[in-house]
């Protein structure tokens, strides 16, 4: 049985993602095998994470996911380790609305059962540190608060008066309503060397980190990842924050304040899940094998619903610039019969072998627009598979790809594949962010019309058609239809994407696990119009 904690922040920018690193790097370390998990939407934390504990990463999140396929996909992953660091979101109670607590942290917390160690960024205070800490353990008496890290402390000095003034909170109580226990576990001194660089969607990815990406993003990396290469800056800061963690946290006395996960009272990894229909086991190598994930020498399930049907082979992109996706969504077209070819846009010339089907993620296509554009024979591959009626599903920057053009930040077009007539055209101001749920408005390779699926929706780009810009839906320009009606926290419903034939995009992210029936058939999509069975 593992241990486990929620790492959770006061707020964004508290250093919560900087501190989860470390402590996975450090834990590792240690021999120990760490599970990570990242609430909510984020596709750039659990790229970093598996850079920091080596294995795979899994997003939860409370509002895109059922509360069952959650606990099972905690389950599945968390089992055979010994701690499972789950980084959190925005601010511990911060999640799709003011109103309540869905898509939060906290909410998280609680629905695994698990106990929250909260970042506080103690910077420019000391006794109103100890004010935070008290609002934070009274807001919600059902969540457990394990303890507090002070974040950014300044000196010994302050880190005595700190100390001081959350040693004296149990006297601070409410009449009647005594402070729960929340012991102080650690002080992170001020370390401004190691702050994670970040851009326009957040964070430097570790596709960036991990190799020469001076062209892209010198500028913004140039201080803190150095060389940014896996052997040099990546392993470097994420060893250097290790030592900042470990220089501020009593670390076994950390582990030993933590309750064993027992996995089978939160649901076994073995379970059959209606949604799915196939046996549900530990996938410990979920990851592609060019993440360089290692081997546990447990035996790979069987997922096909038959030996005699025939793997579906879909092509992935995964490079530097389309890394945005869930490791659920893989897992659950896996078990739905798919074999994934993965391949990449920016540096191959030709789609892999025998492919029935194509998956084209979100990423950083806009950073990387040279080099897409130069790339002309994959752009006439890709141009070739979706005109073959082959299903292709491309999410945000995939769906970018799709277009005749991206207009860089700095107003450079760009040519792409043409598959759609539009332009994407790079913005100063993002053009949407939030939780969305999306209505498929024509049948497809995802459903018929009318499937629902739940995600995020978060870009800068948007389509101009004959110079009118659009956040979202392509319209019938090019023959092209919308392909989503997505409907926001607000109520409001705006178009998203576009579908011809069997392609089908747009800026909506979807996890898969809010209806795994449409990973089962963009598979059948695959089997049934892939090769020898459609045109082309």
Same mark, same amino acid.
């Given at each position: ?39 909510? /939407? ?138 729960? $226990? ?30 020469? !990406? ?69 996938? /410990? ?21 038959? /030996?005699?049907?025939?793997? %579906? ?38 789609? /892999? ?21 130069? $790339? ?17 599903? !491309? ?29 994407? %055209? ?111």
């Amino acid at each position: 049985m593992p241990k486990a904690l929620v790492l959770a922040g006061t707020r964004s920018g508290c250093g919560k993602t900087s501190v989860a690193l470390g402590l996975m790097r450090a834990l590792s370390r240690r021999g120990l095998v760490v599970q990570p998990f990242k609430a909510g /939407p984020d596709f750039i934390d659990p790229g970093l994470h598996v850079r920091a504990a080596r294995r795979e990463s899994f997003n939860l999140d409370t509002w895109m996911q059922p509360a069952a396929a959650l606990r099972a996909c905690f389950a599945r992953q968390a089992a055979g380790a010994d701690v499972v660091v789950v980084e959190g979101v925005m601010g511990l109670f911060d999640g799709r609305d003011g109103a309540d607590e869905s898509g939060s942290t906290a909410h998280l917390a609680k629905l695994l059962g698990l106990p929250v160690l909260l970042v506080v960024d103690a910077a420019s205070q000391a006794r109103s540190a100890a004010a935070v800490v008290l609002g934070f353990a009274r807001f919600d008496p059902q969540l457990s608060l394990a303890g507090v890290l002070l974040n950014r402390v300044a000196s010994p000095r302050h880190e005595a008066i700190l100390r001081q003034a959350l040693a004296a909170l149990p006297d601070v109580g409410l009449p009647g309503a005594p402070l729960p $226990n929340v012991p102080l576990l650690g002080c992170l001194p001020r370390a401004e060397g190691l702050v994670l660089a970040s851009r326009h969607l957040g964070l430097v990815t570790a596709e960036d980190a991990a190799e020469d !990406a001076a062209e892209d993003v010198a500028e913004d990396v140039a201080d803190a990842e150095g060389a940014a290469n896996e052997d040099g800056g990546l392993k470097a800061r994420l060893e250097a924050l290790a030592d900042w963690v470990e220089r501020g946290v009593d670390i076994p006395a950390l582990l030993a304040s933590l309750p064993d996960i027992a996995l089978q009272e939160i649901d076994k990894p073995d379970v059959y899940l209606p949604e799915i229909g196939l046996p549900e086991v530990y996938l /410990p190598g979920i990851g592609l094998p060019d993440r360089g994930l290692p081997d546990t020498g447990l035996p790979p399930p069987a997922i096909s619903a038959s /030996p005699a049907v025939r793997p %579906v082979r879909i092509g992935l992109a995964r490079d530097r610039a389309f890394c945005f996706l869930y490791a659920e969504n893989l897992r659950l077209l896996k078990a739905a019969g798919a074999e994934l070819a993965p391949f990449s846009p920016l540096d191959d010339a030709a789609l /892999p072998d025998d492919l029935d089907g194509l998956y084209l993620p979100g990423g950083y296509p806009e950073l990387s627009a040279r080099a897409l554009a130069a $790339n002309a024979p994959m752009l006439a591959a890709v141009r070739a598979f979706c005109a073959s009626g082959r299903p292709v599903w !491309a999410e945000c920057g995939g769906f970018m790809y799709l277009q005749r053009a991206l207009v860089d930040a700095e107003g450079v077009e760009h040519a792409l594949c043409g598959v759609f007539p539009h332009r994407a %055209v790079m913005r100063a101001r993002r053009a949407a962010l939030g939780y969305r749920e999306a209505r498929t408005l024509g049948p497809g390779p995802l459903g018929p019309a009318g499937t629902l699926l739940r995600g995020h929706e978060f870009h800068y780009s948007e389509l101009e058609q004959g110079g009118a810009a659009s956040a979202g839906g392509a319209g019938n320009a090019g023959g092209d239809q919308a392909a989503f009606a997505l409907t926001a926290a607000d109520g409001s419903t705006t178009l998203d994407g576009a579908a011809l034939g069997n392609v089908v995009g747009g800026y909506f992210h979807a996890h898969l696990s809010s209806n795994p029936d449409a990973a089962q058939s963009f598979v059948a999509a695959c089997r049934g119009q892939g090769r020898g069975s459609g045109p082309g």
